[in-house]
């Protein structure tokens, strides 16, 4: 069974300032898809950035992008300029590329991201 | 165009009891699979359906169950309802739309359901 780690329960940020948020993952499969989301005060879960493992080419949108590291299973979700509007609960997730029975998401357990004035 | 709903919002139930809480995706996407998220345990899968048949389900207790319609609107129900069943329930879906990929997998607002 795969599993999501991270290592990350709380983490703050000053306006504009760069933060970086760390996920491990295990996996013995080769082919999958890791996704960031966003989860406000709202709770609602929305997509920040996704990355195809086959994909050697870091994935970025706009102010975010990611470190993909597959031989040391690590994605971490750098956010540059960080905006107070940023300040959510971010989790981590991989999903296997198998589909059919395999089509669901395993998330980490969240990072807490404060955005201070 | 219309994200995923999810139906009701909030909910209280007794103990003892059973609720319904039901799903509509995105207009065109035909998987559609439910989480539980608590404090403790963080989100958890529940289980995945895809035209009306259930793929994928995760290590809940026989309490939970669901079901999908041929419009791919989906129901998850929870018998016997205990203290614990207290969490959001999220509904997602996904499937080949005209602008995004099969592959990703887009949440709803989803549903509070408290048990006292």
């Known amino acids: 069974a795969q599993t999501v780690t991270q290592s990350q329960p709380e983490m703050s940020v000053q306006e504009a300032e760069t933060v970086t948020l760390s996920c491990t993952y295990d996996t013995s499969e080769s082919d999958y898809y890791l996704f960031w989301y966003k989860q406000p005060p709202s709770r609602q879960m929305i997509l920040v950035i996704r990355?195809?493992?086959?994909?050697?080419q870091n994935a970025t949108e706009n102010r975010f992008s990611v470190n993909f590291q597959k031989a040391a299973k690590s994605f971490s979700l750098k956010i540059s300029d960080s905006q107070l509007g940023d300040a959510a609960m971010y989790f981590c997730a991989y999903r296997s590329a198998l589909g059919g029975s395999n089509y669901k998401l395993t998330f980490g357990k969240g990072t807490l991201l404060t955005v201070n004035p | 165009k219309a994200g995923v709903t999810q139906t009701p919002r909030y909910l209280i139930k007794t103990r003892g009891q059973q609720v319904t809480l039901s799903c509509s995706p995105i207009s065109g996407h035909r998987s559609v699979s439910w989480y539980q998220q608590t404090p403790g345990q963080g989100l958890q899968f529940l289980f995945e359906?895809?035209?009306?048949?259930?793929?994928n389900k995760g290590n809940f207790p026989g309490r939970f169950s669901g079901r999908q319609f041929s419009n791919s609107r989906s129901e998850m129900n929870v018998s016997t309802l205990e203290l614990g069943d207290s969490a959001l329930y999220l509904c997602a879906s996904s499937g080949k739309d005209g602008a995004g990929s099969g592959n990703t997998i887009y949440f709803g607002e989803g549903s509070w359901l408290t048990v006292v």
């Open positions: 359906y895809f035209s009306e048949t259930r793929r």
């Open positions: 990355q195809e493992a086959y994909k050697q």
